[in-house]
């Protein structure tokens, strides 16, 4: 939430500040602003609303040009989308700026001792107090970074914060605790930024920043400490990925994109975990053997889509490790004294790799003793940091605020962790690891012919444009992928939708059913579980006699079905367990169309930001 950036170096402050906020926008476009020194002074310029308003803003009203420079792209916490409450925030002065990610939660009161030293504070934000902070600080030591350390010490909570003063005029200046923070180092330049995708057309040497360092930024080379002035260590890293993939490539919304790269990131996700004996091998894992034998207990803590691939995750890790798996929200975890112990593995599964609701639950869970293996797709972000393991999906930077490729890499990614226990603990054998293994490879293959189907798909939903709710049920793994399916429609349509497990219905939801009312239904492979499938095609017809206007999503070769579907949706055959990698495709594709022809922002959806790393 909240993108930041900063730069020191040569280039224009300005167009190097706004193209990385064009990179960062997906983490919050409630407002934007900018600050760059020149000429001796701070020059700075804000707007509420999009980047493009703050871009028209510095068409009408240059700022003067510099080569050092801080911006942000804001979603709201403290005080409304204004653009008094934009960032940047400067003291009385106007000499030093700020821009901040997080929540300093002990605001209030540093307000009202500023406020009683004479400092008048004119936003709602707990950002201007940092200002405030900073400048008194900074006339007494003439040291931003010694400054921000000073300051960091004295707050409370979450925070990313990037500042500058007109007293230091090549500096910039950051701090993360508990919040995201990279540095980008180039050839006599600098930068810093909420996640590598903002300076990735200039650098890709990046380094990690930890929990509680400051860093200063110089154009000869960046200095890093801990908020005590400790000397820190930090790792430096080359991302392995270039501009074009931070870049929507011909495509209408970077979301169109991601799910057309669906394909391509399940295949990279699987890459190098098979060696040449055919044994996996999760070499990331480092969680030694002897301790994965005796887990007990697998939990697993996620948010939103992450959290449905969980629910998933538990079906595939029951069966194959025959391990009890619970799957929690991550925001009500910690709250409920959850049972854990050192013979619990907590898997935490986030594709940013920065989400608070998580990175809190999995402190707790290590708090308790638990192992913790992260299934992230950010190189270097906190919760893999913080985790005792990791397995990195391979998705490529995701940007569209609706996660759809890390979705599936994340499905992919527990697939390997449950088959990597089961052959660790000798549940499952070589020959059937090899097999689930074959199965997940074809997968690639299979998501490409759904991508190559979904024209119907896209019509089917420009047709329900006008609809207020559409309902979504399924039975197994397929009841998982129906929340899934609901949740891409509320985000992006702002339609009312549900999933529902279909064998609920008769328990009160089935009073929903009205005339042409849309319900999607996520038909199990009848080769699988016969029971099942034979199960939901009764509840296709049961809601069918009420009047609703039934989705059908069915493998190839399903007849049964055909009678019951007033839409028929095709995917491939694929064994049960793996049945969503395909099923939720048509879901995604079904979401982005009805949210276009409802002319809403696919990329960013009204109210949300792509990184949640507020509690
Ligand atoms: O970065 P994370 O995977 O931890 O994010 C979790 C959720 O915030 C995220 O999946 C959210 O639900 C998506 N916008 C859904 O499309």
Same mark, same amino acid.
């Given at each position: 939430?909240?993108?930041?950036?900063?730069?020191?170096?040569?280039?224009?402050?300005?167009?190097?500040?706004?193209?990385?906020?064009? &990179? @960062? *926008?997906?983490?919050?476009?409630?407002? $934007?602003?900018? =600050?760059?020194?020149? /000429?001796?002074?701070?020059? +700075?310029?804000?707007?509420?609303?999009?980047?493009?308003?703050?871009?028209?803003?510095?068409?009408?009203?240059?700022?003067?040009?510099?080569?050092?420079?801080?911006?942000?792209?804001?979603?709201?916490?403290?005080?409304?989308?204004?653009?008094?409450?934009?960032?940047?925030?400067?003291?009385?002065?106007?000499?030093?700026?700020?821009?901040?990610?997080?929540?300093?939660?002990?605001?209030?009161?540093?307000?009202?001792?500023?406020?009683?030293?004479?400092?008048?504070?004119?936003?709602?934000?707990?950002?201007?107090?940092?200002?405030?902070?900073?400048?008194?600080?900074?006339?007494?030591?003439?040291?931003?970074?010694?400054?921000?350390?000073?300051?960091?010490? &004295? @707050? *409370?909570?979450?925070?990313?914060?990037? $500042?500058?003063? =007109?007293?230091?005029? /090549?500096?910039?200046?950051? +701090?993360?605790?508990?919040?995201?923070?990279?540095?980008?180092?180039?050839?006599?330049?600098?930068?810093?930024?909420?996640?590598?995708?903002?300076?990735?057309?200039?650098?890709?040497?990046?380094?990690?920043?930890?929990?509680?360092?400051?860093?200063?930024?110089?154009?000869?080379?960046?200095?890093?400490?801990?908020?005590?002035?400790?000397?820190?260590?930090?790792?430096?890293?080359?991302?392995?990925?270039?501009?074009?993939?931070?870049?929507?490539?011909?495509?209408?919304?970077?979301?169109?994109?991601?799910?057309?790269?669906?394909?391509?990131?399940?295949?990279?996700?699987?890459?190098?975990?098979?060696?040449?004996?055919?044994?996996?091998?999760?070499?990331?894992?480092?969680?030694?053997?002897?301790?994965?034998?005796?887990?007990?207990?697998?939990?697993?803590?996620?948010?939103?889509? +992450?959290?449905?691939?969980?629910?998933?995750?538990?079906?595939?890790?029951?069966?194959?490790?025959?391990?009890?798996?619970?799957?929690?929200?991550?925001?009500?975890?910690?709250?409920?004294?959850?049972?854990?112990?050192?013979?619990?593995?907590?898997?935490?599964?986030?594709?940013?790799?920065?989400?608070?609701?998580?990175?809190?639950?999995?402190?707790?869970?290590?708090?308790?003793?638990?192992?913790?293996?992260?299934?992230?797709?950010?190189?270097?972000?906190?919760?893999?940091?913080?985790?005792?393991?990791?397995?990195?999906?391979?998705?490529?930077?995701?940007?569209?605020?609706?996660?759809?490729?890390?979705?599936?890499?994340?499905?992919?990614?527990?697939?390997?962790?449950?088959?990597?226990?089961?052959?660790?603990?000798?549940?499952?054998?070589?020959?059937?690891?090899?097999?689930?293994?074959?199965?997940?490879?074809?997968?690639?293959?299979?998501?490409?012919?759904?991508?190559?189907?979904?024209?119907?798909?896209?019509?089917?939903?420009?047709?329900?444009?006008?609809?207020?709710?559409?309902?979504?049920?399924?039975?197994?793994?397929?009841?998982?992928?129906?929340?899934?399916?609901?949740?891409?429609?509320?985000?992006?349509?702002?339609?009312?939708?549900?999933?529902?497990?279909?064998?609920?219905?008769?328990?009160?939801?089935?009073?929903?059913?009205?005339?042409?009312?849309?319900?999607?239904?996520?038909?199990?492979?009848?080769?699988?579980?016969?029971?099942?499938?034979?199960?939901?095609?009764?509840?296709?017809?049961?809601?069918?006699?009420?009047?609703?206007?039934?989705?059908?999503?069915?493998?190839?070769?399903?007849?049964?079905?055909?009678?019951?579907?007033?839409?028929?949706?095709?995917?491939?055959?694929?064994?049960?367990?793996?049945?969503?990698?395909?099923?939720?495709?048509?879901?995604?594709?079904?979401?982005?169309?009805?949210?276009?022809?409802?002319?809403?922002?696919?990329?960013?959806?009204?109210?949300?930001?792509?990184?949640?790393?507020?509690?």
């Amino acid at each position: 939430m909240c993108g930041i950036v900063g730069y020191v170096g040569s280039q224009s402050a300005l167009d190097v500040v706004v193209a990385g906020l064009k &990179r @960062l *926008e997906y983490r919050g476009y409630d407002s $934007a602003g900018i =600050a760059v020194l020149a /000429d001796g002074g701070m020059a +700075a310029a804000k707007k509420a609303g999009k980047l493009a308003n703050l871009e028209k803003e510095l068409v009408e009203r240059p700022l003067p040009a510099g080569s050092t420079g801080i911006g942000h792209t804001r979603w709201a916490t403290h005080g409304g989308p204004t653009d008094l409450n934009a960032h940047p925030h400067l003291d009385n002065a106007g000499r030093v700026a700020v821009v901040h990610n997080g929540i300093i939660e002990n605001f209030a009161e540093l307000r009202a001792e500023l406020a009683e030293r004479g400092h008048a504070l004119s936003s709602e934000t707990d950002t201007e107090v940092v200002a405030h902070l900073l400048a008194e600080e900074f006339s007494a030591c003439a040291d931003l970074a010694e400054s921000m350390r000073l300051v960091c010490r &004295r @707050l *409370e909570g979450a925070f990313t914060l990037v $500042a500058a003063h =007109a007293d230091e005029p /090549d500096v910039v200046v950051g +701090a993360r605790r508990n919040s995201p923070l990279v540095v980008g180092v180039g050839e006599g330049e600098a930068f810093l930024a909420s996640d590598v995708a903002a300076f990735i057309a200039h650098t890709r040497s990046a380094i990690e920043l930890g929990q509680d360092q400051v860093v200063e930024l110089r154009r000869d080379g960046v200095h890093v400490t801990g908020f005590d002035g400790s000397p820190a260590e930090t790792r430096s890293y080359h991302v392995d990925w270039d501009v074009s993939a931070a870049e929507k490539g011909g495509y209408d919304y970077f979301m169109l994109k991601e799910i057309a790269e669906q394909p391509k990131a399940v295949a990279d996700t699987l890459l190098g975990r098979i060696d040449a004996s055919g044994s996996l091998t999760l070499d990331e894992v480092r969680i030694a053997p002897g301790a994965l034998r005796e887990v007990d207990k697998v939990v697993v803590v996620a948010c939103g889509t +992450a959290f449905h691939a969980g629910l998933i995750a538990k079906y595939a890790i029951e069966h194959w490790t025959r391990i009890p798996c619970e799957v929690e929200l991550a925001s009500e975890f910690r709250y409920r004294d959850p049972i854990l112990d050192a013979r619990t593995l907590v898997i935490a599964i986030s594709q940013s790799g920065e989400t608070m609701d998580t990175l809190m639950a999995l402190r707790h869970a290590r708090e308790q003793g638990a192992k913790v293996l992260a299934v992230c797709n950010t190189n270097g972000s906190t919760i893999p940091r913080e985790s005792d393991a990791v397995l990195y999906t391979h998705a490529g930077p995701e940007v569209a605020v609706a996660s759809t490729k890390a979705f599936l890499t994340q499905l992919v990614a527990c697939y390997l962790v449950a088959l990597y226990l089961g052959q660790v603990r000798g549940t499952k054998w070589g020959d059937e690891i090899r097999a689930v293994v074959r199965d997940l490879s074809r997968i690639s293959e299979e998501v490409e012919q759904v991508l190559e189907t979904m024209e119907p798909v896209r019509e089917l939903a420009r047709s329900l444009a006008s609809k207020n709710t559409v309902l979504f049920l399924g039975r197994h793994v397929g009841y998982p992928v129906a929340l899934e399916g609901a949740l891409k429609l509320k985000e992006l349509a702002y339609m009312h939708a549900e999933g529902f497990a279909a064998g609920e219905l008769k328990h009160g939801p089935i009073a929903l059913i009205e005339e042409d009312l849309p319900v999607v239904v996520v038909v199990p492979s009848p080769k699988g579980r016969s029971v099942l499938h034979d199960k939901i095609v009764s509840n296709i017809q049961e809601i069918r006699a009420r009047g609703a206007r039934t989705i059908v999503i069915a493998e190839e070769g399903d007849e049964t079905v055909v009678p019951y579907a007033d839409h028929l949706i095709r995917i491939p055959a694929t064994p049960v367990l793996l049945q969503p990698l395909v099923a939720t495709v048509p879901l995604q594709v079904f979401a982005c169309e009805l949210a276009t022809a409802r002319g809403n922002e696919v990329d960013q959806p009204r109210n949300l930001a792509k990184s949640v790393t507020v509690e």
